[in-house]
């Protein structure tokens, strides 16, 4: 899989993992946290890291482009992102009743997120200038056509490739150290869920919970199979809608997270999912286990770095 620029561009100036947007059927939301951050985690011997710590690895990154493109002449753009609240992890067991009250699923976050991408200064920025600044710009930003090609194999086999060069790859550089390592690292951890998520979905302990959730919400009027089945009920409604009917439907996302969040915690739907996503978890390959805990060496390198370039969130 060979990534264009056009696509590293948008990986660069997206959100972080972490965002609402990321909406993933797994327990803690953001798909590169590659495992529970419960008590009793058996590859964890660096704490985890939290969103707001993903944010500001995120944020620092974006610095850094920024200081890197004006060496080489050019205006770039922070993308900040959501904010730190919205910025939280809807992951498929959501059990935050004031969070779920306030943003339902996130349809709105996601939504202001689309909106900011098509604002975004940068694209029009590059396009305004010559030809020969264009490639300039691509070059600084990220090696251009003529940038070193890194490649690795994902965990379930397959090969992933992608560019590196430029001020992306110095940011990265200064954030995770050796830029082949990282992403090796990070490509790996990023694709371990597919491995046991399955046998997670299907473990009895964890069915029996989903199947008490399931209860929990048809008393409360909210006839769903499980956590997915109520989130995907709310996204039933036109694409375009009036602002009347976009608050409507909001409402009623609302109303059906608040009732979701109120049984996940009602039956410890997070606490059994973790506590069994762990046991799965622990029985990968011992080599995809070390590899698992060198990303969290390298994401807590990485945030030690990046207290140094910005503040964190507020």
Not at 19 to 47: F, I, K, N, Q
Not at 191 to 202: I, S, W
């Amino acid at each position: 899989m060979q990534r264009s620029a056009a696509r590293r561009r948008t990986r660069l100036l997206g959100a972080v993992c972490a965002t609402a947007a990321g909406v993933a059927l797994t327990l803690s939301g953001c798909g590169r946290d590659t495992g529970p951050t419960g008590p009793g985690t058996p590859t964890a011997p660096v704490a985890r890291l939290g969103y707001a710590d993903d944010l500001r690895i995120a944020d620092a990154e974006q610095r850094l482009v920024t200081r890197c493109m004006a060496e080489h002449g050019f205006r770039f753009w922070e993308r900040r992102g959501p904010s730190l609240e919205e910025s939280r992890p809807v992951g498929y067991v959501q059990d935050d009743v004031d969070w779920a009250r306030a943003h339902g699923y996130g349809s709105r976050i996601m939504a202001k997120g689309d909106r900011a991408r098509l604002r975004d200064p940068n694209p029009a920025y590059r396009d305004s200038l010559s030809a020969s600044r264009r490639s300039a710009y691509d070059t600084a930003l990220d090696g251009g056509r003529s940038a070193p090609v890194l490649s690795t194999r994902e965990p379930g086999g397959g090969t992933v490739r992608k560019q590196s060069g430029g001020c992306t790859a110095e940011a990265e550089r200064a954030l995770y150290g050796d830029p082949l390592t990282w992403f090796r690292t990070d490509t790996t951890a990023g694709n371990l869920r597919p491995l046991y998520v399955g046998k997670l979905l299907h473990d009895p302990e964890f069915t029996r919970a989903v199947r008490d959730w399931s209860r929990c919400m048809g008393r409360a009027g909210h006839p769903f199979a499980d956590p997915g089945a109520a989130r995907r009920a709310t996204r039933d409604h036109a694409a375009e809608q009036s602002t009347a009917e976009e608050a409507r439907t909001f409402a009623a996302e609302v109303t059906v997270a608040v009732a979701d969040a109120r049984c996940a915690r009602a039956v410890s739907l997070r606490a059994v999912g973790e506590r069994r996503e762990a046991h799965y978890l622990g029985r990968l390959p011992a080599d995809l286990l070390r590899t698992l805990a060198r990303y969290d060496r390298l994401r807590r390198d990485a945030l030690t770095r990046a207290e140094k370039v910005v503040p964190a969130r507020a």
